[in-house]
């Protein structure tokens, strides 16, 4: 059930909303200040990809 939650939500918007998330991750690489933002948006953008079956994981 989880692979045809994820391949539907990819068809229905799920890989645009990855991309977007990915491109703002590289913008906000592009400064010293930016880059922990960028990379927490990488993360999100790997959520936004599969979400069924992901674990969120508080440190």
Do not use: H, Y
């Amino acid at each position: 059930m989880r692979l045809l939650g994820n391949i539907l939500w990819l068809i229905l918007g799920g890989l645009f909303l990855a991309a977007s998330w990915a491109v703002i991750g590289v913008v906000l690489c592009v400064t010293i200040i930016g880059i922990p933002f960028g990379i927490q948006s990488f993360k999100m953008a790997k959520l936004a990809l599969w979400p069924f079956g992901s674990q969120i994981r508080s440190l």
